[in-house]
């Protein structure tokens, strides 16, 4: 949902196997404006889970790559 991509320049004389297309991380509050009153909260174990307190922050990055 966060993510972009783009596709790296491929030098025909390099010797590894290519990475077409590279994937990046885009955080999620900058998509927001401003944060607005009232968003909904996690509570206090979910956001030490998550990381964070409000879950539209959230953004997925360390569960689906394995970091915590």
Avoid: H
Avoid at 23 to 41: A, C, E, H, K, S
């Amino acid at each position: 949902m966060f993510r972009g991509s783009y596709r790296p320049y491929v030098s025909p004389l390099d010797p590894c196997p290519p990475i077409r297309v590279k994937t990046f991380v885009l955080p999620p509050q900058i998509f927001m404006n401003y944060q607005q009153p009232g968003l909904p909260q996690n509570s206090p174990e979910e956001a030490l889970r998550t990381g964070t307190l409000w879950p539209s922050l959230a953004d997925g990055f360390s569960r689906e790559e394995g970091i915590s």
